[in-house]
Antibody
Framework: EVQLVESGGGLVKPGGSLRLSCAAS????????LSWVRQAPGKGPEWVGR??????????QYAAPVRDRFTISRDDSKATVYLQMNSLQAEDTAVYYC??????????WGQGALVTVSS | QSALTQPASVSGSHGQSITISCTGT?????????VSWYQQHPGKAPKLMIY???YRPSGVSDRFSGSKSGNTASLTISGLQAEDEADYYC???????????FGTGTKVTVI
């Protein structure tokens, strides 16, 4: 059974940083593509970025609004993907989901981690 | 990148069929057969219901079907059940620099 468990959410002040983790199980992690998708309160989901699997070079891609502030990394030995978020702004307040990524759709989703940016 | 346009709400009686539309542009919905649909119950994570316009993942009821015409994709739920009451979001690959775009969401109510 595929499981994705996010952690690390919380309250952070504007301009601050936070790192989310997503622990995965139930599939071959090192070749898997994984994405982060966020959902602001009362809004639709928004794709944040992805990390490709080992056989695809482990490269990353980001959505324009976060490209210069967020970094996705992975530790295949721990089957964990990370989202480092810097220079956080109020508009980054959202539930952040880790998902398995099939390039053009997202099939399994974690339960989400709430990030609140507020002074 | 603007969100794909969906009706805010759609309702139907138990057992009826309803269709949710998802309108984009030739840079996303109209340009690729990469539309997917997600169901989200309150406080829960989205769940994949349809991928690549019309394909159902294993375990998803065949009451859910997808289609596309031009820049508009559609999700049809037939034989509406109480458990279908949820928010539904479409998504598409896009040639814009954000790669993926989601819809504004549709709240389905079973009356």
């Amino acid at each position: 059974e595929v499981q994705l468990v996010e952690s690390g959410g919380g309250l952070v002040k504007p301009g601050g940083s936070l790192r989310l983790s997503c622990a995965a199980s139930g599939f071959t992690f090192e070749n898997a593509w994984l994405s982060w998708v966020r959902q602001a309160p009362g809004k639709g989901p928004e794709w944040v970025g992805r990390t490709r699997g080992k056989t695809d070079g482990g490269t990353t891609q980001y959505a324009a609004p976060v490209r210069d502030r967020f970094t996705i990394s992975r530790d295949d030995s721990k089957a964990t993907v990370y989202l480092q978020m810097n220079s956080l702004q109020a508009e980054d307040t959202a539930v952040y989901y880790c998902t398995t990524d099939i390039a053009t759709w997202f099939d399994y989703w974690g339960q989400g981690a709430l990030v609140t940016v507020s002074s | 990148q603007s969100a794909l346009t969906q009706p805010a709400s759609v309702s139907g009686s138990h057992g009826q069929s309803i269709t949710i539309s998802c309108t984009g542009t030739s840079s996303d919905v109209g340009g690729y057969n990469y539309v997917s649909w997600y169901q989200q119950h309150p406080g829960k994570a989205p769940k994949l219901m349809i991928y690549e316009v019309r394909y159902r993942p294993s375990g998803v009821s065949d009451r859910f079907s997808g289609s596309k015409s031009g820049n508009t994709a559609s999700l049809t739920i037939s034989g509406l059940q109480a458990e279908d009451e949820a928010d539904y979001y479409c998504s598409s690959y896009t040639s814009s620099n954000s790669l993926h775009v989601f819809g504004t969401g549709t709240k389905v109510t079973v009356i």
